[in-house]
């Protein structure tokens, strides 16, 4: 089963300041934005996009941090408890363009459930979708509008992202071929 490492830490902090430049110029009005990142990792890549964000327009963004466990839809199917994390929306999101962010998107489920997830907050304008790896093999017909690398795979792959701050390591990203 061979591994690759595909994105590692100077590559991944490129792509996150080339894209946090891209949403920047991309929104119109900062005080009707916020970033809100998935758990686990969604979380850690929203924080740094929001600092890039925040150091170009000298102002802060609102943002929140979004658990989507009771909106998966293979809860029963997983054969283990789910282990529930913080979700905090300390604002009110009507009307907003609501910036999501992940670190990877798949099948698209994982998405949805944070779709489904956010609104049960209120009715945001738009929601937009960050990531930073597209691994395709989508089951859903949702894409991200910001994405930072695609990567082709098979169902039988895995793609881990790797944070300092999450999993003690160096940043990267490594795909596994036939690991799912």
Do not use: W
């Not at 891209?22 to 998935?38: E, H, L, M, P, Q």
């Not at 930073?132 to 930072?148: K, M, V, W």
């Amino acid at each position: 089963m061979a591994s690759e490492i595909i994105l590692d830490k100077a590559r991944i902090e490129a792509l996150l300041e080339e894209l946090s430049e891209r949403i920047f110029r991309d929104t119109a009005d900062f005080s009707n934005f916020a970033i809100v990142g998935v758990q686990t990792r969604g979380v850690e890549l929203a924080r740094r996009l929001r600092n890039r964000i925040e150091a170009k327009g000298g102002a802060p963004v609102k943002h929140g941090v979004l658990d989507i466990t009771f909106h998966r839809d293979d809860l029963a199917t997983r054969g283990v408890l789910p282990i529930i994390k913080e979700t905090r929306i300390e604002f009110d999101i009507t009307n907003m363009t609501i910036l999501l962010v992940d670190d990877v998107i798949f099948t698209g489920r994982t998405t949805k459930a944070a779709l489904e997830t956010i609104m049960t907050f209120g009715r945001p304008k738009a929601i937009r979708l960050f990531v930073l790896i597209d691994r395709g093999n989508r089951e859903l017909p949702i894409q991200p509008d910001y994405c930072g690398h695609i990567v082709k795979t098979s169902i039988e792959d895995s793609v881990d992202v790797k944070l300092l701050e999450i999993d003690g390591v160096d940043d990267s990203v490594i795909m596994r071929q036939g690991q799912a």
